[in-house]
């Protein structure tokens, strides 16, 4: 049964585009969840990137499978039901490691493309590329619209470890260039957010990440959720049904 206080964030989410919600998780589930990743790290997978700056896992759910029923506690499904009901499915999930000296940033953007299982040429479906053996497309808007991420802390995150630096409502103006948005007249805002807290938001949210100034980690859970079947005989690359 979803628990009628997670539905405020629903409304903030589609109202501003994100929501911040504390204490997902606790010290302890958070411990458990790092201790699973590190046990994993070594890989040299091409899914596993590592630089100075930066640590990733691409297709994360699926390179550490034993961490899925860390992360899909109680609290998490009831915050999912609230958006979807019970027919949601995981569609993208990636783990981002910013160390502590990292000097890697991100400039302001949407989040456009999905990850598919192939390529096909679909009205509505554009930029087509391959990372990693893995297909990546620029779908239609309908399909980005249903499209919900969250994103779980496994740090402290906050404007000096390069937290999330959002524009609210810049979701609602659908597909832009950045230079339609006029910046100078919007009021950015960092998603701070304290470890074991979950920040959700939709794609179309205009976004963007500084570097590190204050030598602390920040490790983050990125997963998107959808509940839309693609077109065609194209399917998820990642499709996981958590329920």
């Known amino acids: 049964m979803v628990d009628r206080s997670t539905k405020k964030y629903v409304e903030e989410v589609q109202t501003n585009g994100y929501a911040v919600i504390d ?3 606790s010290s302890n589930e958070i411990e458990a969840i790092r201790k699973e990743i590190e046990r994993e790290s070594n890989s ?39 958006f979807f009901g019970k027919n949601y499915f995981v569609v993208k999930s990636i783990y981002f490691d910013k160390p502590e000296e990292s000097n890697w940033f991100v400039a302001y953007h949407q989040d456009l493309t999905i990850s598919v299982n192939k390529k096909l040429e679909i009205d509505g479906f554009s930029n087509w590329t391959v990372k990693q053996n893995q297909f990546s497309v620029q779908p239609n808007e309908e399909i980005l619209k249903n499209i919900v991420t969250m994103r779980i802390h496994l740090d402290d995150t906050n404007e000096e470890n390069g937290a999330l630096k959002i524009i609210p409502k810049s979701h609602k103006n659908g597909i ?38 204050n030598a602390s980690r920040r490790r983050v859970i990125h ?11 194209l399917s998820w690359a990642e499709k996981n049904s958590i329920n």
């Open 223 to 233: 997963i998107e959720f959808s509940t839309m079947k693609l077109p065609n005989s």
């Open 44 to 82: 040299s997978k091409e899914t596993f990137r590592k630089t100075k700056d930066l640590f990733a896992i691409r297709q994360f759910l699926k390179e550490i499978p034993s961490v899925e029923k860390l992360l899909f506690n109680a609290t998490l499904k009831n915050i999912l039901e609230s």
């Open 176 to 213: 832009i260039r950045l230079e339609e948005l006029n910046l100078n007249e919007r009021n950015e805002i960092s998603c701070n957010v304290a470890k074991g807290g979950v920040m959700i938001m939709k794609p179309l949210l205009f976004h963007a990440s500084n570097r590190t100034t």
């Open 23 to 25: 204490a997902v998780f």
